[in-house]
């Protein structure tokens, strides 16, 4: 079996939406995001020896070559993520899994970016950067509205795609959730290019706390939690990850996050359900809003017009 990619038949505006995608993911994969920009130069300016120094300068240089010459911040281009929230009055929303899958295709030829979609059973590489199920779309629908939010996010496979979620057993509480993080950080965490935003879901299943581990990244790196008790565990968090000095890119040094973003919802009584998800230090998420005529915001890219 071979997976075949046939373009679909857009519409003149889903066309426009489309081309304005395959731009904006053009920006997310060369330039960081103004937030983790901002961390990677705060973390960078506490670090005083120079091997660490010296790893920071590398990601600087890293990132004024990557926006000069038009290449991707890292060779890992990851597997295309849309986080979306769409108004149901959105004038393309009947259209809208087609236009993401076809910005994909048209991204992954012009920009370029790497083919990171492998068929699984068949184990063979589309060489498209789209396959069965890919890119991956959750869409989240609001009544009434004629909006639409999407968050672009180029999961790479050695942070955010090996996520961990687990279901405890109430009584582990909150110390379980603590446990587990330390446990996922002490073991992956060197490997996924510190340092990281970590984001952390909890919630009933492993599913919603995933989902919602997901969405933690999605935050910006300096945001706190709007729930009192989230936000504490957020701070006692980044201190425990930091205290285990894994350091830029895994040299050890005195920061090893650029933040801990926690995302909670209600659980059933007999579950805690707990999920870790990291980015990168090359943290290729993008957000672009639409309003119904296509008219576009960049809330994370200030000074960037597609
Ligand atoms: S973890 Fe991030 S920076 Fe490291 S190889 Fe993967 S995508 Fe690139």
């Known amino acids: 079996m071979t997976y075949t990619y046939e373009a679909a038949s857009l519409s003149v505006k889903a066309k426009k939406m489309r ?98 979609a492998v068929e699984t059973f068949d184990e063979y590489n589309t060489g498209l950067n789209i396959g069965t199920g890919l890119p991956t779309i959750y869409t989240e629908l609001e009544e009434g509205t004629d909006t639409i939010e999407l968050y672009v996010y180029m999961a790479g496979g050695g942070c955010t795609l090996p996520g961990a979620a687990k279901v405890l057993m109430p009584g582990e509480g909150y110390e379980g959730v603590v446990r587990f993080v330390m446990d996922q950080m002490t073991s992956y965490g060197i490997n996924a290019c510190p340092p990281l935003l970590v984001g952390i879901g909890v919630a009933t299943s492993v599913e919603t706390a995933a989902m919602n581990s997901k969405l933690a990244l999605m935050r910006r790196a300096e945001s706190i939690s709007p729930n009192e008790n989230a936000a504490k565990m957020e701070n006692l968090l980044e201190e425990g990850i930091n205290n285990i000095g894994l350091g830029p890119q895994g040299f050890g040094g005195k920061k090893s996050v650029m933040g801990v973003n926690i995302i ?34 960049l809330p994370l890219n200030e000074g960037v017009s597609l």
């Open 19 to 116: 081309d304005t995608l395959v731009d904006y993911i053009g920006i997310v994969s060369h330039r960081l995001p103004d937030d983790v920009a901002a961390k990677i130069k705060e973390l960078g300016e506490v670090e005083v020896d120079p091997l660490q120094q010296l790893v920071y300068e590398t990601m600087r240089e890293n990132q004024l070559l990557a926006e000069n010459l038009n290449r991707p911040s890292c060779q890992d281009t990851g597997a295309l993520q849309f986080f979306i929230k769409v108004g149901t009055n959105f004038p393309l929303i009947n259209e809208l899994n087609e236009i993401l899958k076809e910005a994909s295709y048209l991204a992954t030829k012009n920009i370029p970016l790497r083919h990171n």
């Open 264 to 297: 909670n919802t209600a659980r059933h009584p007999s579950t805690i359900g707990i999920a870790l998800n990291t980015g990168c230090w090359s943290h290729r998420r993008g957000q672009i809003i639409f309003d119904n005529q296509l008219n576009y915001k």
